[in-house]
T-cell receptor, first 112, second 116 residues
Framework: DAKTTQPPSMDCAEGRAANLPCNHS???????VYWYRQIHSQGPQYIIH???NNETNEMASLIITEDRKSSTLILPHATLRDTAVYYC?????????????FGAGTRLFVKA | GAVVSQHPSRVICKSGTSVKIECRSL??????MFWYRQFPKQSLMLMAT?????????EQGVEKDKFLINHASLTLSTLTVTSAHPEDSSFYIC????????????FGSGTQLSVL
């Protein structure tokens, strides 16, 4: 699976949009971009995933560049409860035994 | 979304004892389950992959005799930490996937193991 690079930490003001970048310059054509987050002392939570089109759900939006070498997760109106570690993962669906390997992630601090 | 239940959430045990952690998929059949461990302020580290009815596949550096994994049914996988020692103290997390394409992984809430 392709490697991802994320900033180690970011701050965001409550109520503002949080934009979390991810670089995945070695992504393959069959690899999807997944985002998970982990709130302290809990298991990771799925947020969103996409292949090449931008995606939106009730939690977030995912913007993938045309060359697919990077993406941005957008939390449109961050709240204090969005403080967590956010993991960007690229993974093909049917290779490698479906293993999901986590990188270091971005620690997002939402401040009042 | 699908629910993965992990039990217990916290366990404290004496050195040398064995501890079993259960992971259940409550509303879907989990073809594959994964076990992770996480040390404080670090990312999740994949320990092993278990497929229902077959032996688990362990990641490099993970002792299979130390961390026994059983995936006897499509809804239950267990991780047994045998002869636990203080260095095994960690946060253990399971995850499960179903058979549908484009699937997401669903994670349990984790088990904090403290070995005294």
């Amino acid at each position: 699976d392709a490697k991802t690079t994320q900033p180690p930490s970011m701050d965001c003001a409550e109520g503002r949009a949080a934009n979390l970048p991810c670089n995945h310059s070695t992504i393959s054509g069959n690899e999807y971009v997944y985002w998970y987050r982990q709130i302290h002392s809990q298991g990771p939570q799925y947020i969103i995933h996409g292949l090449k089109n931008n995606e939106t759900n009730e939690m977030a939006s995912l913007i993938i560049t045309e060359d697919r070498k990077s993406s941005t997760l957008i939390l449109p109106h961050a709240t204090l409860r969005d403080t967590a570690v956010y993991y960007c993962i690229v993974r093909a669906l049917n290779t490698g035994g479906f293993k999901t390997i986590f990188g270091a992630g971005t620690r997002l601090f939402v401040k009042a | 979304g699908a629910v993965v239940s992990q039990h217990p959430s916290r366990v404290i045990c004496k050195s040398g004892t064995s501890v079993k952690i259960e992971c259940r998929s409550l509303d879907f059949q989990a073809t594959t389950m994964f076990w992770y461990r996480q040390f404080p302020k670090q990312s999740l580290m994949l320990m092993a992959t278990s497929n229902e009815g077959s032996k688990a596949t362990y990641e490099q550096g993970v002792e299979k005799d130390k961390f026994l994994i059983n995936h006897a049914s499509l809804t239950l996988s267990t991780l047994t930490v045998t002869s636990a020692h203080p260095e095994d103290s960690s946060f253990y997390i399971c995850s499960a996937r179903g058979d549908s394409l484009n699937e997401k992984l669903f994670f349990g809430s984790g088990t904090q193991l403290s070995v005294l």
